[in-house]
């Protein structure tokens, strides 16, 4: 008798996917002048506890894990990481136009520099809890953005600060709904 082999296939098919966000234009990336001091805040933005790298590496990472066993709910986990992506390449070009430098070192105002870390990333293995670790970190960008435009006195980065608030919000949309269908 020939011994069967099991073997496992994850099905879910992510070809199609796109970045789950709003049907708005961003803003042109340009800036007044350059400002290392707005590069800074950027950075933070961009690598930072509460960052788009940040929010990235948890939405991929729930996206592996959901992905075998609640596979649409995993394509829009990783259409909203998509829409993180984009931000963090607007985040790196408004840096790089302020004079600033993408290293993945977030430039604190004490002048302390801290290089981004796994170690800023909620993980869980449960679905709920996933959808929550992401509504509150949405929610502590949108905070921190706000922040950080009352502190930035350009407005065209203030502008694509605001489109990018306008995702995170629509994000935490999303991420409500999702929790309610669990």
């Not at 894990?65 to 986990?77: D, F, N």
């Amino acid at each position: 008798m020939e011994e069967r082999k099991n073997t496992l296939v994850n099905t879910c098919n992510f070809r199609d996917i796109t970045p789950i966000m709003m049907a708005l234009p961003y803003p042109p990336i340009q800036v007044k002048g350059q400002n290392q001091s707005y590069a800074n805040l950027l950075s933070i933005d961009y690598c930072g506890s509460v960052s788009e790298m940040s929010a990235i590496t948890q939405y991929i990472n729930n996206e592996n894990y959901l992905s075998c066993e609640k596979c649409p709910l995993a394509k829009t986990i990783l259409g909203i990481a998509i829409a993180e992506m984009i931000h963090l390449q607007k985040l790196a070009e408004m840096i790089f136009l302020l004079g600033g430098t993408v290293d993945f070192s977030a430039r604190y105002r004490d002048g302390k520099s801290r290089m981004w870390t796994p170690q800023y990333v909620n993980l869980s293995e449960n679905a709920r809890e996933m959808l929550q670790f992401g509504i509150e970190a949405e929610k502590s960008a949108v905070s921190q953005y706000r922040a950080h435009m009352k502190m930035i006195k350009d407005s065209d980065v203030n502008a694509v600060l605001y489109r990018i608030i306008q995702d995170e919000e629509y994000h935490i949309m999303v991420l409500e709904a999702l929790m309610d269908e669990l």
